[in-house]
């Protein structure tokens, strides 16, 4: 396996059920992020952990919950969502860099396409 | 996050045409990215730019960082049918990218 890696690709669960995408990195990279992409919206930074220490949280509801094991792995765990939470859902990975930036971007993966019912 | 502003929302051109996009930004951003994104997938990264004024190419792309730091533009030239997709511009904050809406592409033969 190379690059970003996302599965499921595909879930639909309803509004009562429990599940987790995951998300693994090959890169070597020591940041990952989640990303929600709705219909003609931005990318909306969800989740941001940096050297396994979530850094950042973009005001997302509690139904959303992420867990980063070790600097390749991420999981959000979805309980009770709504179905406007329907969307891709995106993880990404980058290399932050001692100066505070990042070198040569995000690395994509394929993304979750979620359908809430 | 910061808002980018990009436009045009969507083209519709010809097979050969060159195509241009442009990104705005209120806030000064110190790299600005742009990204392609093909339906079913996430969007890859096409160009990093990392000094105001600087001007990048790759392939048929050319970007550009505008010496504000505040926009940035990206061209496409001698366009193919699978240059079809989103294309989305980011600014770069520490290390949290905010993206601009995207602009959508479809070329036809």
């Known amino acids: 396996e190379t690059g970003v890696t996302q599965t499921p690709r595909h879930l639909v669960m309803g509004m009562t059920n429990k599940k987790s995408l995951k998300c693994e990195q090959h890169l070597g990279h020591n940041a990952m992020y989640w990303y929600k992409q709705s219909a003609k919206k931005p990318l909306e930074l969800m989740f941001v952990y940096n050297f396994k220490e979530q850094t950042e949280n973009n005001s997302v509801p509690s139904r959303f919950s992420p867990e980063c094991p070790n600097s390749s792995h991420l999981f959000l765990h979805l309980h009770t969502l709504q179905p406007e939470d329907s969307a891709l859902y995106l993880c990404?990975?980058?290399?932050?860099?001692?100066?505070?930036?990042?070198?040569?971007?995000?690395?994509f993966g394929s993304g979750t396409r979620l359908t809430v019912v | 996050g910061q808002q980018l502003n990009q436009s045009p929302q969507s083209m519709f051109i010809q097979e050969g045409e060159d195509v241009s996009m442009n990104c705005t930004s209120s806030?000064?951003?110190?790299?600005w990215l742009w990204y392609k994104q093909d339906p079913g997938e996430g969007p890859v990264l096409l160009i990093a730019?990392?000094?105001?004024?600087e001007l990048t190419s790759n392939g048929r792309l050319t970007a550009q960082f505008g010496i504000t730091r505040k926009d940035s533009f990206l061209n496409i030239s001698a366009s193919i049918p699978s240059d079809v997709g989103i294309y989305f511009c980011?600014?770069?904050?520490?290390?949290?990218?905010?993206f601009g809406k995207g602009t959508s592409l479809l070329v036809t033969p």
């Open positions: 806030s000064i951003f110190n790299t």
């Open positions: 730019l990392y000094k105001a004024g």
């Open positions: 980011a600014g770069l904050t520490g290390y949290a990218l905010n």
């Open positions: 990404a990975s980058s290399q932050v860099l001692p100066t505070g930036g990042i070198d040569y971007g995000y690395t």
